[in-house]
């Protein structure tokens, strides 16, 4: 009987405990820990911590180690839009002047948005006018 009762003991918490680390653990994993983050848009966002794993939203500064220097490039200067930038190559070749943008013709038929010496209505009306006063 003795026996009988240590086998019995022993087999019950083997029974119990599952030791797996497979499928059996993989159907608990059934909640989300990060979901989309409204400041860099990407799934990094912890729900339970109310924080960006990328971008440290919702600190005010943006989230940048110089240990990373590939997460850097992938947001760093020259990946977005660039709207006042792009035009910053032209205007330094040009010696950023200012006040000589494009020259409007204003016709009593159209505008025309080239210079003068190249707008075609403008070369018409002063050649009327060098006809009708000769």
């Not at 400041?39 to 919702?58: D, E, I, L, M, T």
């Not at 990373?68 to 792009?86: I, P």
Request: glycine share 8%; charged share 30%; with cysteine.
């Amino acid at each position: 009987q003795w026996y009988q009762r240590r086998v019995r003991d022993h087999a019950q918490p083997a029974q119990l405990v599952s030791m797996t680390k497979g499928t059996a653990s993989k159907g608990k994993k059934n909640h989300k820990t990060h979901t989309m983050c409204r400041r860099c848009n990407q799934h990094s966002f912890h729900v339970v911590k109310s924080r960006c794993a990328s971008c440290g939203y919702p600190d005010s500064k943006m989230r940048k180690y110089n240990w990373g220097d590939k997460a850097r490039r992938r947001r760093t200067q020259g990946t977005g839009r660039m709207r006042y930038m792009r035009t910053i190559a032209t205007r330094a070749k040009n010696g950023f002047r200012e006040g000589t943008g494009r020259f409007l013709c204003v016709t009593s038929l159209s505008v025309c948005a080239r210079p003068n010496n190249l707008c075609t209505v403008a070369k018409r009306q002063k050649q009327q006018k060098k006809e009708g006063s000769a």
